[in-house]
Each structure stands twice: as structure tokens, then as C-alpha cells.
């Protein structure tokens, strides 16, 4: 059976996973999802763009088209569109320079992409033409401050930028400034106005956030504490209130720990009762229990990641099965989820070396 037929075979869904190719990495590769097993298969892939670290689904060219969207995670910094019709993505013009250093997230929201670059500490909005493609950078968000961890903190280093439930507000997560960003995106202009700041604990260095699906409550994961912060969220008036938060590893955060960890992704599950964390050096997956309408999370158990050094979690879009991009040992293991306690079970791998990320149509 060809990639092609796999591809278009009843059940089979599609995701796209993105490597570091100055690792060694196919660049964007896209596979076949068996919904029935999580199995993947590679249909096909392409280094157009250095380092794609990060992807996102939006609209693309044509009616009901779909277009894909990298960051590409180099000192100058770029995104690219792109065609995802047949089974090897193809380029929608050319490269478009963000105007910031090494961004490392992207998302899109109000006919815009926005991208976090790290190296830089700032948040680009980039125009996205009706045909997919990409037009000029509408505004470039400048974060300022530092953190106390004098290696990983002397300046802003935005790690993440996402729309928030309601599509109001933009949020982005800076490892270096211990905070998180409220901003306004004016969908007209594409300007990027700062809202307001919440501190989170001072060195505890937040990567990234994900919302509970009820829409009152947000959980930052932090990397240089292995900790998850939880958070009120009031899309009413733009306020994000820290509540509490819990240890992601047994015994609770401690400098002296060995191996050191570093939590990269956090996940929430679709009937938000579950939060997963990917926790680098630990090697493993977190399950936290989500409780009192999501304003808690207990930590309930932590499962081998099926590699090492889990970048990125990502749950298919039936809820059934979580996927790891494994980056160092260079595979996607994915795992079934007990529906009832939330405890993924290995069920497969995927050679994909330097994986950075998956996501699926």
C-alpha cells in the first residue's frame, strides 16, 4: 500500500510533527493517524524551513482548505505557510522574517499569526493573507524584566503566546520575566497593546499554559521549578489570578533533585477532569487530577515517556490517545488513556529524530 492511500484510508486522520533539522531532523513530517490504534504512519516531509519547532493548523488556499504554519527557530527568526493538500506539505511563499530572535511558539487568532521568540523576549504579529500565505509584520511586543536564576534569566524570553477561550485576549509566557502578559490584538491594525501582568513565583521560570475547556481557570507549567501554577482566568476583564499549585514529580520541586527536570508541555484533557505534564531529564509523564471544576490539581501518578527528553505532549483530537515527541532519543511514542483515571498506556513508536512537536488535523 502507497503513503497515499494510507493517508486517505477510512478512519485514518492526519498529524504533523516538527524536528529540529540542525539535529538531524526530516524537517516537517506528516503522517497518517489510525484513530482506531493511534498508530502513525510517515506519508511524507520537508526541510523548506530550518528548525521547525513549533506548528499550527489554520485556514488555508481554496474552499475548506487547510494551510500549516512554522515558526522557524533560528537566531534571526521566521515563519512560513503552508499547503497541506497532498501528503508532503508545500511552501505558500516565501519565508517571512518576524523581526525577533529564535521564536519558539506560534498560534493564530484574529486573522493573525503570532509568534513567542525566545531569544529576543518579544511577541511578533504577522498578517495571514486570504490565501494562506503570509504578509508584513503588523507589531512586535517588547517584553522587559529578568528573573533571579542569573543563567536562564538575565532578560525576557517569551516561551509561548496563545489566544485565550473567548478570543478577546492574547497571552504569552516569559521564562525569563517569571510572568505572564495580557495583551489585546487589534485585528484591523494587527497592533499588540500590553493589558496587564501577573507574577508568577519568583525563578520558578513558566514555558507554557493551557486553559481548562470550562474556560475559568489556566495552568502554567514551569521549567525551572517542576511545578504547575494554577490560575483564575476572567476573559471579563482580562485578569489572570494565581490560586495555588502543586509539584509534577513525587516528593515536590527541589534544586538538588536528580535528574534535573525540566517540564516543557502541559495538556488538559477534553472533559477537563486530567492535566499532563512532559517533564525533560525525568523522562516521564505527569497525570494530575483536575478538581472543584478545575480550581485544583493533585498529582496522581508519573509513567516513562518512551524516550527521552519529551519536548512536547499533544492529545489527538478523540481524547484516546497522547502523543510524546520524544527529541533526544528521536521518536513519537504515543500511549492510550484510561478514560477512567486518566493513566496513559504505551502503545506504539514512531522514529522522528529531533522531534520537537505534533499536532493534528
Known sequence: MTSSAVGRESGAGRAFIGSFTSSGGRGITAAAVERETGALTVLGSTDAVPDPSYLVL??????????????????????????????VPQPIGELRPVEGSAPTHLALTGGHLLTANYGSGSVTAVAVREDGSLGPVTSVLR??????????????????????????WVLSVDLGTDSVRICTLDTATGALRLHGETALPPGSGPRHL?????GGHAYVLNELEPTVTVCRWDATTGVLEPTGGTAVLPGGPSADAEPATYPSEVVVSHDGRFLWTANRGHDSISVLALEAAG????????????????????????????????????????????PATGIPRRAGSLQAPAASCVIFA
Open 143 to 168: 517584553h522587559e524584566g529578568s528573573g533571579p536564576d542569573t543563567d536562564r534569566q538575565r532578560g525576557p524570553h517569551a516561551h509561548q503566546v496563545l489566544p485565550d477561550p473567548s478570543g478577546n
Open 295 to 338: 480550581g485544583r490539581a493533585v498529582l496522581v501518578t508519573t509513567v516513562d515517556c518512551g524516550g527521552h527528553w519529551p519536548r512536547d505532549l499533544a492529545l489527538d483530537p478523540t481524547g484516546r490517545w497522547l502523543y510524546a515527541a520524544n527529541e533526544r532519543s528521536g521518536d513519537v511514542t504515543w500511549f492510550a488513556v484510561d
Open 210 to 214: 493551557a486553559f481548562h475547556p470550562a
Open 58 to 87: 489554520g485556514q488555508g488556499p481554496g474552499p475548506g482548505g487547510r494551510a500549516l504554519y512554522a515558526v522557524s527557530e533560528t537566531e534571526h527568526g521566521a515563519t512560513a505557510a503552508f499547503d497541506i493538500t497532498g501528503d
